[in-house]
């Protein structure tokens, strides 16, 4: 599967995006679609997800502000991203992940990069 990231751009502190990740095949069958990010010289963190049954999920620090959604038909995940902050700035990944068997597929798209100005 191909997943392209978009949306991104350059936004004022208090500002609001929205990222897209459209994938090349039908995001059902999934188990999982995420939206994680990477700053420079940080960890790779993760941001939401949302499951093939629908349910959303959010790290603590990240309730709040950045809600998961998609639309099935369009095989298009989204990240709303309210009230930005400078800490926001990093690159968002889509991923995609499937249970196979005992093990767990995942793919990658090549990111969007966010920066948030103060």
């Known amino acids: 599967v191909q997943l392209q990231a978009s949306g991104g751009g350059l936004v004022q502190a208090g500002g609001s995006l929205r990222l897209s990740c459209e994938a090349s095949e039908t995001i059902l069958k999934f188990n999982t679609m995420s939206w994680y990010r990477q700053a420079p010289g940080k960890q790779r963190e993760s941001v939401a997800a949302i499951t093939d049954g629908g349910i959303t999920y959010y790290p603590d620090s990240m309730k709040g502000r950045f809600t998961i959604s998609r639309d099935s038909a369009k095989n298009v995940v989204y990240l709303q991203m309210n009230n930005l902050k400078p800490e926001d700035t990093a690159v968002y990944l889509c991923?995609?992940?499937?249970?196979?068997?005992?093990?767990?597929?995942?793919?990658w798209g090549q990111g969007t990069l966010v920066t948030v100005s103060s």
């Open positions: 991923n995609a992940a499937q249970i196979v068997g005992r093990t767990v597929e995942g793919y």
